[in-house]
């Protein structure tokens, strides 16, 4: 048995590390090309690695939590991260490459379970908001404990569950995205099998419970360090983090310069909620449906995270309306996006049904209009290059989309995602706010 394990567990691994090793390389080299060719000016160090988010870890890190009444502050930043930093004495540099190792583990653990090819490995990896994972932010530990999670969930294994769970909660603030997710989850199951639904409803309980007592456990360490409770609710208004309607159109962060990476987020929101509620609609009419638990709470977790990127963001700049300022990160540079991609490519391997397709095209269509379509973008001198830019965007999920049936496309994909994330990465290190 044991052999059978070790041969499965080299097979299977054995096209995931190579993709790693091979898309590490490749990062290398094309940041070394851009740089040989002016493209990108600096590398990365211990000044330019811990500028915008890394700064309140690194203060954290060093220093514990403080509150200033309608001041920002560091408590709207979970502990996990910035403690482990501290336990570890690392520089910024050795953090970050920490966090390579923690990203690369998780990634590993999610690629064994599904099964994915070299190819498939490639695609995922080369998602540019991954680039968080590489840097002093708290993305490559929720990375690593929501594969867990989603591991878990599918083989009913309580430890990965819990210890997935805890990791992910104590690293980044999404105790009630997560209770909602867990709900979704055993709720279609629930349907499904009423007859099963005091266990459904024991396993709801109970992860429920874990995720309320890890938050509450953040809000304890940051009452030690400012002997005030619950403290991060009152330090959202000062991050312009408020229940409000949104405003049309979104803006994101540099007027179009990170709008399409932010609105493509927030098309994999709106489809995510879309699914999710065609789910839902099933289950009451007493349908199956053949989605695993991962994906369910995948689905779960993207859709409700636009739902809070659209009603909990306010207006950062006058020119434009609801912000869509970090979107990218907690979408992309997930596990449970990565989740959510395979699960529908893997659904339909050869050809979505055009049914799907059809609704895609809807929600697309709806996504770019809320994003400016209609109009000129601001900075741009006409709506020619408005066009230009929404058909591009366009393009790049038709591409994702016709994977399966045009191969070939995998390539220029992946090049071309290589590119905007060594690119994403000059930026961020040159203190521009990416997420």
Same mark, same amino acid.
């Given at each position: 048995?044991?052999?059978?394990?070790?041969?499965?567990?080299?097979?299977?691994?054995?096209?995931?590390?190579?993709?790693?090793?091979?898309?590490?390389?490749?990062?290398?080299?094309?940041?070394?090309?851009?740089?040989?060719?002016? /493209?990108?000016?600096? !590398?990365?160090?211990?000044?330019? &690695?811990?500028? #915008? =988010?890394?700064?309140?870890?690194? *203060? @954290?890190?060093?220093?514990?939590?403080?509150?200033?009444?309608?001041?920002?502050?560091?408590?709207?930043?979970?502990?996990?991260?910035?403690?482990?930093?501290?336990?570890?004495?690392?520089?910024?540099?050795?953090?970050?490459?920490?966090?390579?190792?923690?990203?690369?583990?998780?990634?590993?653990?999610?690629?064994?379970?599904?099964?994915?090819?070299?190819?498939?490995?490639?695609?995922?990896?080369?998602?540019?908001?991954?680039?968080?994972?590489?840097?002093?932010?708290?993305? /490559?530990?929720?990375? !690593?404990?929501?594969?867990?999670? &989603?591991?878990? #969930? =599918?083989?009913?294994?309580?430890? *990965? @569950?819990?210890?997935?769970?805890?990791?992910?909660?104590?690293?980044?603030?999404?105790?009630?995205?997560?209770?909602?997710?867990?709900?979704?989850?055993?709720?279609?199951?629930?349907?499904?099998?009423?007859?099963?639904?005091?266990?459904?409803?024991?396993?709801?309980?109970?992860?429920?419970?874990?995720?309320?007592?890890?938050?509450?456990?953040?809000?304890?360490?940051?009452?030690?360090?400012?002997?005030?409770?619950?403290?991060?609710?009152?330090?959202?208004?000062?991050?312009?983090?408020?229940?409000?309607?949104?405003?049309?159109?979104?803006?994101?962060?540099?007027?179009?310069?990170?709008?399409?990476?932010?609105?493509?987020?927030?098309?994999?929101?709106?489809?995510?909620?879309?699914?999710?509620?065609?789910?839902?609609?099933?289950?009451?009419?007493?349908?199956?449906?053949?989605?695993?638990?991962?994906?369910?709470?995948?689905?779960?977790?993207?859709?409700?995270?636009?739902?809070?990127?659209?009603?909990?963001?306010?207006?950062?700049?006058?020119?434009?309306?609801?912000?869509?300022?970090?979107?990218?990160?907690?979408?992309?540079?997930?596990?449970?996006?990565?989740?959510?991609?395979?699960?529908?490519?893997?659904?339909?391997?050869?050809?979505?049904?055009?049914?799907?397709?059809?609704?895609?095209?809807?929600?697309?269509?709806?996504?770019?209009?809320?994003?400016?379509?209609?109009?000129?973008?601001?900075?741009?001198?006409?709506?020619?290059?408005?066009?230009?830019?929404?058909?591009?965007?366009?393009?790049?999920?038709?591409?994702?989309?016709?994977?399966?049936?045009?191969?070939?496309?995998?390539?220029?994909?992946?090049?071309?995602?290589?590119?905007?994330?060594?690119?994403?990465?000059?930026?961020?290190?040159?203190?521009?706010?990416?997420?």
């Amino acid at each position: 048995m044991r052999s059978l394990v070790l041969s499965v567990f080299k097979v299977q691994g054995n096209a995931c590390f190579k993709a790693m090793a091979f898309h590490a390389g490749c990062v290398i080299a094309i940041y070394l090309l851009l740089y040989r060719f002016g /493209a990108v000016n600096t !590398f990365p160090s211990n000044i330019n &690695l811990t500028f #915008l =988010d890394a700064e309140w870890y690194a *203060y @954290i890190k060093s220093n514990g939590y403080y509150y200033v009444e309608g001041g920002t502050s560091p408590m709207a930043f979970f502990p996990l991260f910035p403690f482990l930093w501290f336990v570890t004495g690392l520089t910024p540099v050795g953090i970050s490459i920490v966090n390579c190792v923690i990203f690369y583990s998780g990634f590993y653990f999610l690629a064994l379970h599904f099964n994915f090819d070299f190819k498939t490995s490639l695609l995922f990896l080369s998602t540019p908001s991954l680039f968080f994972c590489f840097i002093p932010y708290s993305e /490559a530990l929720f990375f !690593f404990g929501a594969s867990m999670l &989603l591991v878990g #969930l =599918d083989k009913q294994q309580w430890k *990965y @569950i819990i210890t997935g769970l805890i990791i992910a909660v104590l690293t980044r603030s999404v105790g009630m995205v997560f209770i909602g997710a867990i709900v979704f989850v055993y709720l279609v199951q629930l349907l499904q099998r009423t007859n099963e639904a005091p266990k459904y409803m024991r396993r709801m309980a109970v992860l429920c419970s874990v995720t309320i007592g890890a938050t509450l456990l953040v809000f304890f360490v940051q009452y030690l360090y400012t002997d005030e409770w619950f403290v991060f609710f009152k330090v959202q208004n000062a991050w312009n983090r408020s229940l409000q309607l949104p405003t049309l159109p979104f803006t994101s962060v540099g007027r179009t310069r990170i709008l399409w990476l932010d609105g493509l987020a927030l098309l994999v929101c709106i489809m995510s909620f879309s699914l999710g509620l065609y789910i839902f609609c099933r289950v009451l009419v007493q349908k199956k449906v053949t989605f695993n638990p991962s994906m369910l709470f995948s689905i779960a977790y993207l859709a409700i995270m636009g739902l809070v990127s659209v009603f909990y963001s306010g207006i950062w700049w006058e020119e434009g309306g609801t912000s869509l300022m970090s979107t990218n990160r907690f979408v992309f540079a997930t596990a449970f996006f990565v989740c959510f991609a395979n699960g529908l490519l893997s659904k339909y391997p050869k050809k979505m049904p055009t049914s799907f397709l059809f609704a895609g095209l809807v929600i697309m269509v709806f996504t770019w209009l809320m994003l400016g379509a209609y109009h000129t973008l601001p900075g741009q001198p006409n709506y020619w290059v408005t066009l230009t830019y929404f058909v591009n965007m366009s393009a790049y999920v038709l591409a994702y989309t016709s994977l399966r049936k045009f191969p070939l496309l995998l390539a220029p994909l992946y090049i071309i995602n290589i590119f905007v994330m060594v690119i994403l990465l000059n930026s961020h290190i040159h203190n521009f706010f990416v997420a």
